[in-house]
Every structure is written in C-alpha cells, then in structure tokens.
C-alpha cells in the first residue's frame, strides 16, 4: 500500500470492523465457553482442556491450509476477500448455537457435543480471522506502520475484552447463557461481515506457482527454515510464552468465582478493570516498537509480565486480585505487541497467509494442547474439592499461575536468539515499494 505511515480510511475501517469481531469471538470462545461447560454442562476442568485442546488442533490445521490456499493468487482460491466474507458471517451462526449442547443428557453427552460445537465454530473463526485477517494486516501494512496497526488490533482485544467482561456476568445472570451466545453471534457476523465488505483485496503479492500442498512441505524444509530461522525462532518464544498462559487462563474465572469467593459478575469485573490498562498500554506500546524497536521492547516486557502472573498465586482480596490484574495485563499487551509487529516483519512475503497459520500452529496447538491439560492436571492434583450443583468439583489452585509464569519466562532463551532489529528490517526496504 505504499511506505507511508497512514493508510487509507476503508482499509482502517476494514481492519478495526473485522478485528473488533473477531476478538470478541475469541474473547468469549477462550472464556465463556470455558464458563458455560463448566458451570452448566459439567463442573469437570478436564472437558474444558479437552475442548481448549482440540479446538486448537482445528485453528491449527484450519489456518495453516486455508492460509496457503488464500496465498496462492495464482489460482482462483488466492485471494483474502472471499474467505472474510465466507468466514465472519457463518462464525457468529455458530457462535449462537454453542449453548445448545447443554439441551442434551447426559452431562458426558452434552459435554462433547459442546467441545463439537467450539471445533465448528473454531473453524470459521480460524478461516476468517486467523488466516485472512492476520495475511490481510500484513499485506495493507508497511514496516513503518505495523508497530501502530498492531498496537490497534491488540486494543481491539482489549476493548472486546472489557466490554465482555463488563456485561456478560450481569447479562448471562439476568437474561441466561442463551441470550448471551446470541447477542455475541449477532455481533460477529454483522460487524466481521461489513468489515470483510470494506476490505480492499490486496493487489500486489509475490507470485508462486507451486501447488499448496508443495508450499507447505516447502515450508518444513532444512533449507528453508535455515533460511527464514529468525521468524522461527519468534516462533517458538511466542508458543512458550502461549503454553505459559494457557497453564492458568482458561481458569483464570473459574478461579476468581469459586477459590476467591466472588460471584460471577464480581469476577467478570476484576477482570474488566484489570483489561481497562491494557486498553491504555495498547497503542502507545505500538509506538514504542516502531520507535525503539520490537526487540528490546519484547525483552523488557516479558520478565515483568511473568512477575506479575506469579505474584497473582498470592492474591486473596478484591484489591490484591485488582492491582496485580492491571500489572499482568499491561504487560501483557505490551509483550503482544512487541511479538506481533516483530513476527509480522519476519514474514516471507509469498507466504504471509500460510505463516498466519504457522503462528496459530505455535501460538494455539503448541499452546492450547499442553498449557490447558498442564492446568488440569495441577488443579486436580493441588485443587480443592467441593459440591457445585450438586456435583463434586475441583477447584483451581494458585499453582497453575507459578507455573505458567516459569514456563513462559523460558521464552527468552529463543529470543536472546534473534539479533534481527526494526532498523536492520527498514534498510532492506529502503528504495522499495514494500506492500508488507
């Protein structure tokens, strides 16, 4: 789109619109799925890893195929508009009919029949989203740039998260889950669909003949990850630091309502205070890396933000859960920024969309298989029991927050790795017409 650092209205519109939705779907898939199967279907975490785990093997397999095929210009699927506005639309459908599952006994039953709908659901999102809305980021955007867009997406999910945590207790305990799921599928199919309508197809990507399949077995080559050991590498820090927060996010509600004590709309509203300094830390975060760097942004963010999910183990009061939420969250989406812009930079041109799907392979599969089940198997092993409904449950325990804190620390070795630098990436721009 050129190397200035604005972009034009429609595009802006198109990627606030189609990210907006987008987060609000994973913002509900990640948490209230977990809520509701929890809560109404079966008070069991092990069914949560389960539907955590395999839906990431769906948005893995999803975006890394489908993000081929969408780079692949060549032939008629190449392109990134038609899988928008295929995806968004039939994403919030779903969406909607998530609780549904509950309607069936027994609870064994409903339970899997829930995990079946998150892996549909996941699918669409994965088509939309993952793969084409990530691609699309890259293709409209420049280096000089990119640190800001991303900086505005990561506040799109902090804006979805807030506003979601903000109403969904007190709406889901007024109105019930069912009204909840469909006032959230209602929002991402119109939102997603006229952002995908706005969308600008991008013109101008590298051309590649080769067929999909031999594009992704490229991918896997010796030769070509030497070549591209960089964004590899991120790769890897970025699954590490997502296996360390999937050890005690899924839980993280679970355990403010039942180990903390506080009703469910209380606990939506820590959280929702918490999301209110990511919003703030957001934007100026994307500046920052473009102005100093992703790198060393990245490498200041990450210790603080483990020190700050570790000291959430010793949290007990309103204000200790508060004060230490706004701490992990802040450098949280620093930390999300700094990552997103410096991966995006790192991307092979003639394969954003399939390296969108690469991402989703290290950040969900590698993330959401292990982290979520290291989780369970902490609270079943150090949680406390207790009757939820009548039914004996186990509750999270403040370990899965040390441990996830540890594992994601571990990140920094891959990227002590990395010497690339922004300034290092604008030098091979330099007399270019970039459309990365």
């Given at each position: 789109m050129g190397s200035s650092r604005s972009l034009p209205r429609r595009v802006l519109f198109s990627i606030i619109l189609m990210g907006f939705a987008g987060q609000v779907a994973w913002t509900v898939e990640n948490q209230y799925f977990n809520i509701f199967l929890y809560n109404a279907v079966i008070p069991d975490p092990t069914y949560i890893s389960y539907m955590v785990a395999l839906s990431a093997i769906v948005a893995t397999v999803t975006s890394i195929l489908v993000g081929a095929y969408s780079d692949a210009h060549t032939t008629r699927w190449g392109r990134r508009k038609p899988y928008l506005l295929f995806g968004y639309p039939v994403w919030g459908v779903v969406t909607a009919l998530f609780p549904t599952a509950a309607l069936l006994r027994p609870a064994v039953l409903a339970a899997w029949i829930a995990i079946l709908w998150d892996c549909i659901m996941t699918f669409f999102g994965s088509t939309a989203y993952d793969a084409n809305f990530n691609a699309?980021?890259?293709d409209v955007t420049t280096v000089e740039n990119r640190g800001l867009v991303t900086g505005i997406v990561t506040l799109l999910g902090s804006v979805?998260?807030?506003?979601i945590y903000a109403f969904a207790g007190f709406f889901i305990e007024t109105f019930g889950y069912f009204a909840f799921f469909y006032l959230v599928g209602a929002v991402v199919s119109a939102l997603g669909t006229l952002g995908a309508l706005l969308a600008v197809e991008p013109p101008h990507r590298a051309e590649s003949r080769s067929g999909v399949l031999s594009r992704i077995r490229e991918s896997f080559s010796a030769e070509f990850v030497k070549k591209h050991k960089d964004v590899f590498l991120l790769l890897l820090a970025s699954g590490i630091q997502g296996m360390g927060y999937q050890v005690y996010f899924p839980y993280i509600l679970l355990y403010i309502q039942h180990y903390l004590g506080f009703p469910l709309h209380l606990a939506?509203?820590?959280i929702f205070v918490a999301i209110l300094s990511g919003i703030l830390a957001a934007v100026p975060a994307g500046i920052l890396v473009d102005r100093f760097g992703r790198r060393t942004v990245a490498l200041i963010a990450l210790p603080l933000n483990c020190a700050a999910v570790f000291a959430l183990s010793f949290a007990?009061?309103?204000?200790?859960?508060?004060?230490?939420?706004?701490?992990?969250?802040?450098?949280?989406?620093?930390?999300?920024?700094?990552?997103?812009?410096?991966?995006?930079?790192?991307?092979?041109?003639e394969k954003r969309g399939e390296f969108s799907g690469y991402t989703i392979l290290f950040n969900v599969a590698f993330t959401m298989v292990p982290g979520?089940?290291?989780?369970?198997?902490?609270?079943?092993a150090f949680g406390e029991r207790r009757l939820i409904n009548g039914e004996e449950a186990v509750i999270p325990a403040p370990v899965?927050?040390?441990?996830?804190?540890?594992?994601?620390?571990?990140?920094?070795?891959?990227?002590l790795r990395v010497r690339e630098t922004?300034?290092?990436?604008?030098?091979?721009?330099?007399?270019a017409s970039p459309t990365a």
């Open positions: 699309y980021i890259v979805s998260l807030l506003l939506s509203l820590v007990r009061g309103l204000l200790d859960a508060v004060t230490l939420g706004i701490a992990w969250v802040s450098f949280s989406s620093v930390l999300g920024v700094a990552m997103g812009a410096w991966l995006r930079d790192l991307y092979p041109e979520p089940l290291i989780g369970s198997w902490l609270i079943h899965i927050f040390q441990v996830g804190a540890a594992i994601a620390l571990l990140s920094i070795l891959p990227m922004l300034q290092k990436r604008r030098a091979r721009w330099d007399g």
